[in-house]
């Protein structure tokens, strides 16, 4: 089986530097700070594509400037390293251990995406990844054809875990079981109404039973 995971929100806890960063840079950039609950509701998309959902009225040069000041807060932010979620380095260790494959499928940059392996040494754990600076964005489901073509596994042998209904949703375009997590950013009725497999609360229960359960 082939447990392709997203990154924030279901294997990495993020949300709130995530949040931190766009209030800052949105300053910066002359546009409204919004609530973190607007902000929450983007995470997971690629950052074009989320500033776009966030600040649809702005300008291009704002978009731009948006992105830049956004870049920086977040490395000026990494003094302090983000938590993996309970449980996370474990459970990936005991799905290795019992044959499965593991790829990563992120609306993080892939510069991004290597520091966070980099940091918390865990890199060489998955076979693949996709990052949204390198390829469509979710809920397009380009990533994941592309992980399944890189990795030659059968769309039927592989499951996308994640917190959003982007995630979801790009399983379900691209004909995949899909897992929810409830403890992320989207609520446990939104990822139950895009039809998962099942959704849990710990990253944990991922070894209660198959990964995907018929």
């Given at each position: 089986?082939?447990?392709?995971?997203?990154?924030?929100?279901?294997?990495?806890?993020?949300?709130?530097?995530?949040v931190?960063?766009?209030?800052?840079a949105?300053?910066?950039?002359?546009?409204?700070?919004?609530?973190p609950?607007?902000i929450?509701?983007?995470?997971?998309?690629?950052?074009?594509e989320?500033?776009?959902?966030?600040f649809?009225?702005?300008?291009?040069?704002?978009?731009?400037?948006?992105?830049?000041?956004?870049?920086?807060?977040?490395?000026?932010?990494r003094?302090?390293?983000?938590m993996?979620?309970?449980?996370?380095?474990?459970?990936?260790?005991?799905?290795?251990?019992?044959?499965?494959?593991?790829?990563?499928?992120?609306?993080?940059?892939?510069?991004?995406?290597?520091?966070?392996?980099?940091?918390?040494?865990?890199?060489?754990?998955?076979?693949?990844?996709r990052?949204?600076?390198?390829?469509?964005?979710?809920?397009?489901?380009l990533?994941?054809?592309?992980?399944?073509?890189?990795?030659?596994?059968p769309?039927?042998?592989?499951?996308?875990?994640?917190?959003?209904?982007?995630?979801?949703?790009m399983?379900?375009?691209?004909?995949?079981?899909?897992?929810?997590?409830?403890?992320?950013?989207?609520?446990?009725?939104?990822?139950?109404?895009?039809?998962p497999?099942?959704?849990?609360?710990?990253?944990?229960?991922l070894?209660?039973?198959?990964?995907?359960?018929?």
């Open positions: 089986m082939l447990i392709i995971l997203d990154w924030d929100g279901t294997v990495c806890n993020s949300e709130a530097r995530i931190a960063c766009m209030q800052r949105s300053e910066r950039a002359g546009l409204p700070v919004l609530h609950e607007a929450g509701e983007i995470i997971g998309l690629g950052l074009p989320a500033i776009a959902s966030l649809p009225e702005a300008h291009s040069e704002q978009r731009r400037d948006l992105r830049e000041y956004y870049a920086e807060e977040w490395l000026a932010a003094a302090e390293p983000l993996l979620f309970d449980g996370v380095l474990p459970t990936l260790d005991a799905l290795l251990g019992q044959g499965h494959q593991l790829a990563v499928a992120t609306g993080k940059s892939r510069r991004g995406l290597a520091r966070e392996f980099e940091e918390h040494g865990i890199g060489s754990l998955f076979v693949a990844s990052c949204a600076d390198e390829t469509a964005s979710k809920p397009n489901p990533m994941l054809h592309e992980l399944l073509q890189e990795t030659g596994c769309v039927a042998e592989a499951v996308m875990v994640g917190d959003t209904e982007y995630d979801l949703k399983a379900a375009a691209a004909n995949m079981a899909g897992i929810g997590v409830s403890y992320g950013v989207h609520s446990r009725d939104r990822l139950h109404a895009c039809g497999l099942r959704v849990i609360d710990h990253f944990s229960e070894l209660d039973g198959p990964p995907v359960v018929a």
